[in-house]
Structure formats: C-alpha cells, structure tokens
C-alpha cells in the first residue's frame, strides 16, 4: 500500500489491486472439504465466485454467506451435477449471467470416492461406473465447456483436482486413481490444445487431506498409516491446498501448463 500527500496537505492511500481482482472463478464441490478452501481462497484474492455443489444446499449457503459478509455480492451457489452435460452448461450460463461478466477460471474439484475401498476383483460395475462419471466424465464435461467458453488472451486458467494416489497407486482405490488418471492425461493435452489462447490448464494432486471424503470408511489405523507414510508427519490440510490452486490462478502462475502439482507434504 503506497501513501500520496497531495499538495493540500491531504494524504490519498492507493491500494494495490488485489490478484484476481474481480475474474469471475467456477468451482465446483465447493460447499465443503478442499472445494470450500479453494472457493474462500479466491475470493480472498479478489474473485468472483460460484460455489457449485451436489445436494448440500446449507453448507454451499454458508461458504456463499462468508465471502458475501462485505457490501458487494462476490459469491452465488449453484446446484448442479457434474457429470450431466446439460447441468454443466448451466453452471457456466450462470456464471456469466450472474456476474456480467465471462469466466475466467474453472476449478473442478467436485469429486466421489468408493469408501469400500474394494480391490479390482470385488469393485461392482456400479461403483465402477459412479466413480468414473463424476471424476472422469465431470471433469471432461466441465473442461470442456471450460475450453470454449474462458475467456482468452490472458487469465483463464482451467485447474482440476486428481490425486497423488495417482503416483503411489495403492491397492483398494482402483476405479479412484484410474478415474483420476484419466483426469491427469486429459489436461496434459488440454493444455496443448489450447495453444494459442492464453489458457492454461493443470492439474493440484493432493494426498491425503482430512476431509469427509478422507476419513469416510477409514479405521484410526488406517488414518495413522496415512500419518506415518508422510515426511511431514501430517495429514494435509484444506489449506495446504487452496493457496496451491491460488498461485496457479493468478497471473503469477501462467507459466506452469499442462503440468500434475502434486501437494501431499512429501509422501510419494
Ligand atoms: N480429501 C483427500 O484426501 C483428497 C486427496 C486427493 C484428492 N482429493 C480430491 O479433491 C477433491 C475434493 O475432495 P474433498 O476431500 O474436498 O471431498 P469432499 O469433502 O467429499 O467434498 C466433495 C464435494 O464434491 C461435491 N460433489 C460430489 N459429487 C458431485 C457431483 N456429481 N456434482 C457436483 N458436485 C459434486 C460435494 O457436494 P455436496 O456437499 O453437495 O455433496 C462436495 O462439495 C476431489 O476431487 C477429490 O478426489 C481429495
């Protein structure tokens, strides 16, 4: 913040404007975990944002209420499914419209994971199929009108959430980390296919993080596992994320393309 005195003696303070200043961000599974962090986050860096979820209206309403505490509405919720095409279309219709402006920034972070932890062999094609239309198909789908419609020539981002699982492959998360490796390929090539237009895209890869979707189905032995096997001696926090995804945002992040980050505290 820089301090002007004027020739009458009146001091004029200039506030340096914050980094994404007034870009209008999509993220979705934002009503809770990872998602929320993401959403605040921006909006702390000066980002409009639409807070998708699912079905938890309540707590969509509630990350809406905090960015909207100032004067200016800076947030609106929207529920949508991912993995339906025509709900994706609205999301961003409703970005636009409820901003008056075009999208600057998709963030897919809207995600499921079987909490059965089943091995290949006893995965049901159900459970198969679920997982892979929210994470893989959701992600398609939102990427894909990402593409079309973020604006060019300078600040669109397209940031997807996958995991580090991806790296450490580990047993019982199959249909997971393969869906979230269709991700991973998905948005190297985005990134090249969007030459020319000043988009990027990537993906944040984390590891364990304590949310809902961390600790469903998990014994404390298995949540003390995941402890030991980070360097950090942690598990990862919402928060250890969000800024991640932040940098990536902002201008100061437009040379990582087509790039996996992988925020885990050093597990793999
Ligand atoms: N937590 C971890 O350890 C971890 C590690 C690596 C990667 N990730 C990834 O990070 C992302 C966020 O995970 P999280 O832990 O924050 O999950 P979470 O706490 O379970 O939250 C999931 C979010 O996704 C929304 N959602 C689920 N299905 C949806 C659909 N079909 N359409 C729209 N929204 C949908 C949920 O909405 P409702 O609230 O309305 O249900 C919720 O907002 C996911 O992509 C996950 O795979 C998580």
Redesign the pocket.
């Given at each position: 913040m820089a301090a002007i005195s004027s020739s009458s003696s009146t001091t004029v303070t200039l506030t340096p404007p914050l980094a994404l200043q007034d870009r209008v961000a999509i993220v979705?599974?934002?009503?809770?975990?990872?998602?929320r962090a993401i959403a605040l986050h921006l909006a702390s860096l000066g980002a409009k944002v639409v807070i998708?979820?699912?079905?938890?209206s309540a707590?969509?309403d509630a990350v809406a209420a905090q960015i909207n505490s100032g004067s200016s509405v800076r947030a609106v919720t929207l529920q949508?499914?991912?993995?339906d095409p025509e709900q994706v279309k609205h999301i961003f219709d409703a970005a636009e419209s409820a901003f008056n402006s075009p999208i600057h920034i998709l963030v897919n972070?809207?995600?499921?994971?079987d909490s059965k932890y089943p091995s290949l062999a006893t995965t049901t094609i159900e459970d198969f199929d679920l997982t892979f239309s929210?994470?893989a198909r959701?992600a398609f789908l939102c990427c894909k009108e990402a593409a079309k419609r973020i604006k060019q020539g300078g600040g669109g981002r397209i940031i997807c959430?996958?995991?580090?699982l991806v790296a450490s492959l580990k047993p019982g998360y199959m249909a997971y980390t393969a869906s979230?490796a269709a991700v991973e390929a998905m948005v190297k090539i985005l990134a090249k296919e969007l030459k020319g237009t000043g988009i990027t895209a990537n993906a944040v890869?984390?590891?364990?993080?304590a949310?809902?979707?961390?600790y469903a189905g998990k014994t404390d032995e298995a949540v003390k596992k995941a402890v030991d096997e980070c360097p950090l001696g942690r598990l990862?926090e919402?928060g250890d994320v969000a800024p991640v995804v932040g940098f990536l945002a902002t201008d100061a992040g437009q040379w990582v393309n087509g790039q996996i980050i992988r925020v885990n505290g050093g597990y793999v």
């Open positions: 979705t599974g934002a009503s809770r975990g990872i998602g998708n979820y699912a079905s938890n707590q969509a949508a499914d991912i993995s972070s809207a995600g499921v994971l929210v994470n959701g959430l996958t995991t580090s979230k890869a984390p590891g364990p993080v949310t809902e979707m961390f990862g919402t």
